[in-house]
């Protein structure tokens, strides 16, 4: 997206030029449209959104980042959000509605026709994270009690679907799963011939309380278009595409990412000043706690670093080692943790590599440092403490980063906290515990 076309909308916006620019809306793809509304401010922000026609808006609100989200459903009225919740799919319009206030969304539903109405409050009685919060409930279901011509005939009559796939799935009588079947595979058979003789089994299906994350890890192992979800009775209430599984891996991995660096997902770049520095600021609270208490632990050796003020060179050196070992080891963990390769039983194998390899990681850059210290030609008591503390604290980062995340996974927390939380605070303290303890007992024997 060009910065001069932005540029352009704005004065069009305030020149109030209304259809100069509904023509401009019209040419400009959907994804583009909605990175443009992420960059205006409030005002501008809901007199654009306004220009759009409806079926194209009711694709841009699915687009937008979470700030700009919530900004539009604050203040657009419920009339207009409930006609673009009227042109999403039910799962789609589930998403966006959980996100008003309840007065408002009660307005919004019911102003939706009936079958809309049942289907939303339907879906918004699971949370947003799971398979019945994330399923469609539109899709070809047939019962295995119809014969070919009938299912043909209803096809004809519903259409062509431009959504989902080309899979029919299949229910006995009382609505209980019993298989798909590829549509294709009608114009093989005879007419007559009933459903229950060509359905074949489904490799995968989900749970209406199932994590999302955990749908995502069995479409993934069985190569499936479309996971179906079923409820406790093993009755078909809905799908999940391939396109909500996408969108559920991009909203995890930007979700961990954010986390990782102490930020919330509702936060955007483009958001008010003021607004994002209250979202952020919690975080930097924790991580000045977590400074402090390195900082005490620095003070609790003045006098060694008064008799060895050059040691004072090492300790970043020695906490950013540790902490950068213990990152890379964090990363690995988690994103094995979210694919299913490793459980909670895995942590003692894992801890165990992970201790020799941080064992070899801490010899070659203690190695590093100590010769660097040598040629530097500061005291030569240096060079073995720093090699040593380097070792320690490496090898203190591969640990926390093993387990940590595991211990979180463990008790229900987010594991991409461990980075930015637990991780930082631990090799910075210890660091710096390890490097100025070791200066202590050194400079007894061997005097600076």
């Given at each position: 997206m ?16 209304t259809?100069e ?7 400009i793809p ?7 509304l992420?960059r205006l ?8 959104f306004?220009l ?6 009711a694709d ?12 539009v459903?604050r203040?657009?009225?419920?009339e207009r959000?409930s ?8 799962d ?6 959980a996100?008003?206030?309840p007065?408002?969304?009660a307005?919004?539903?019911a102003r ?5 109405r049942?289907?939303l409050?339907?879906l918004l009685?699971?949370?947003?994270d ?6 469609a409930?539109?899709f070809?279901r047939?019962?295995?009690?119809d014969?070919?011509?009938?299912v043909?005939?209803r096809l004809?009559r519903?259409g062509?679907?431009?959504h989902y796939?080309n899979l029919?799935?299949?229910t006995?009588?009382k ?5 798909a079947?590829a549509?294709d ?7 007559r ?5 060509l359905?074949e089994?489904y490799?995968?299906k989900?749970f209406l309380?199932?994590?999302q ?11 499936v ?12 209430r ?12 991009r909203?995890?991995?930007?979700e961990?990412i954010?986390?990782?660096?102490g930020v919330?997902t ?11 520095a209250?979202r952020?600021f ?5 991580n000045?706690?977590?400074?402090f208490?390195a900082?005490?632990v ?8 008064r ?9 970043p050196i020695?906490?950013g080692?540790?902490?950068?070992a ?6 690995m963990?988690?994103r094995s943790l979210a694919?299913?390769?490793?459980t909670?039983?895995?942590?003692w194998?894992l801890l165990r ?6 064992f070899l990681?801490?010899l070659?850059a203690g190695?590093?440092a100590?010769?660097?210290?040598l040629?530097l ?18 090898i203190i980062g591969g ?13 229900k927390?987010?594991?991409s906290?461990a980075s930015?939380?637990f991780?930082?605070a631990t090799?910075?303290t210890?660091?710096?515990?390890v490097l ?7 400079l007894q024997?061997?005097p600076?």
């Amino acid at each position: 997206m060009d910065a001069d076309f932005l540029d352009r909308v704005e004065e069009l916006l305030e020149q109030g030029k209304t259809a100069e620019l509904g023509q401009i809306l019209d040419k400009i793809p959907v994804r583009h449209l909605a990175r443009i509304l992420e960059r205006l401010d409030r005002d501008d922000l809901i007199a654009l959104f306004r220009l759009i026609d409806t079926d194209k808006a009711a694709d841009v609100i699915l687009e937008l980042d979470d700030a700009t989200l919530d900004v539009v459903l604050r203040e657009l009225e419920n009339e207009r959000i409930s006609k673009l919740v009227e042109e999403m799919d039910s799962d789609e319009a589930a998403d966006i509605v959980a996100e008003m206030s309840p007065q408002d969304r009660a307005a919004v539903i019911a102003r939706l026709p009936a079958d809309d109405r049942r289907d939303l409050r339907e879906l918004l009685k699971f949370p947003p994270d799971t398979a019945g919060g994330r399923m469609a409930v539109e899709f070809l279901r047939v019962r295995t009690t119809d014969s070919v011509e009938q299912v043909v005939r209803r096809l004809r009559r519903r259409g062509p679907d431009p959504h989902y796939s080309n899979l029919l799935f299949v229910t006995d009588r009382k609505g209980h799963f019993e298989g798909a079947l590829a549509i294709d595979k009608l114009l093989y058979y005879s007419p007559r011939k009933k459903i229950r003789e060509l359905v074949e089994s489904y490799p995968v299906k989900a749970f209406l309380l199932e994590d999302q994350e955990s749908v995502v890890r069995k479409a993934e192992k069985t190569e499936v278009p479309v996971v179906p979800v079923v409820d406790e009775a093993d009755k078909l209430r809905g799908i999940i595409t391939v396109e909500d599984i996408i969108d559920v891996i991009r909203e995890e991995t930007t979700e961990d990412i954010y986390r990782s660096g102490g930020v919330s997902t509702e936060t955007s770049l483009f958001e008010s000043p003021v607004r994002s520095a209250g979202r952020r600021f919690p975080w930097l609270l924790v991580n000045l706690g977590t400074a402090f208490v390195a900082a005490s632990v620095i003070g609790l050796f003045q006098n060694t670093i008064r008799s060895l003020v050059a040691i004072t060179i090492f300790l970043p050196i020695v906490a950013g080692l540790g902490g950068n070992a213990g990152s890379q080891t964090v990363v690995m963990v988690i994103r094995s943790l979210a694919l299913g390769e490793i459980t909670s039983s895995d942590a003692w194998r894992l801890l165990r590599r992970q201790l020799l390899t941080c064992f070899l990681l801490g010899l070659g850059a203690g190695i590093l440092a100590g010769v660097g210290a040598l040629i530097l030609k500061l005291p030569i008591i240096l060079a073995p403490l720093v090699f040593l503390a380097l070792v320690i604290n490496i090898i203190i980062g591969g640990i926390v980063g093993t387990l940590v995340p595991m211990i979180l996974r463990r008790l229900k927390f987010d594991p991409s906290l461990a980075s930015s939380i637990f991780l930082t605070a631990t090799t910075d303290t210890l660091g710096f515990l390890v490097l100025l303890g070791l200066a202590t007992l050194a400079l007894q024997y061997f005097p600076a």
